[in-house]
């Protein structure tokens, strides 16, 4: 599961685990993006890695890679992709798990077409994003929609929550919570 997990919240572990059930998944990996290339992350990667295994360290068929963040310049779903399926082999099957909004833009990732044979493509979906536009693309047949229990919930919206002072209890773990308020992340 890949994402810039800034902050991780509850949607993103409903997400992981919902997979996990509906795909009989051994393990749900969760990568934190290093030096995402279509948009940028408030937060140091490292406070994203540390938020990201205080939010999953409570299931034990979570864990967290640090395959991006320890690789230099530019992430590319692509190298990741790729680096998974050299470590797993080519019996294992793979599968990225992200949000309905990730996926409607795969198509402008590094190279989409090779992206797609690498794993399959589970899109979760999430209030505000219609996948219906990915039945009339070129994706249609390549990725499985993953209904989820509704939670509008997002990281910008913590974000935002916290610069204005507003709780963001029970929208994310209450240990990540503590982290952000013991870092002073999120604050002009």
Not at 38 to 61: F, G, H, P, W
Not at 63 to 71: A, C, K, L
Not at 124 to 150: C, F, H, N, Q
Request: charged share 25%; hydrophobic share 40%; glycine share 6%.
């Amino acid at each position: 599961m890949g994402g810039t997990f800034d902050p991780i919240h509850h949607g993103h572990l409903v997400c992981a685990e919902e997979a996990r059930h509906r795909f009989d998944l051994e393990e749900v990996i969760f990568i934190p993006t290093g030096q995402p290339w279509q948009k940028s992350a408030t937060t140091s990667v490292e406070d994203r890695y540390l938020m990201t295994m205080i939010a999953t360290s409570a299931n034990e068929s979570f864990s967290v890679s640090r395959i991006e963040i320890d690789r230099p310049g530019p992430t590319f779903t692509l190298d990741t992709l790729r680096a998974m399926r050299g470590f797993f082999g080519d019996e294992a099957e793979l599968y990225f798990i992200t949000g309905a909004d990730a996926v409607l833009e795969i198509l402008t990732w590094k190279q989409p077409d090779e992206v797609m044979t690498l794993a399959r493509f589970v899109a979760a979906t999430r209030p505000g994003y219609e996948l219906g536009k990915l039945r009339d693309s070129e994706l249609s047949g390549s990725v499985i929609v993953m209904p989820i229990p509704s939670l509008e919930i997002s990281s910008t919206q913590i974000r935002q929550r916290v610069r204005d002072g507003l709780p963001i209890r029970y929208l994310t773990p209450s240990k990540v919570v503590t982290f952000i308020d013991e870092r002073g992340l999120y604050r002009d």
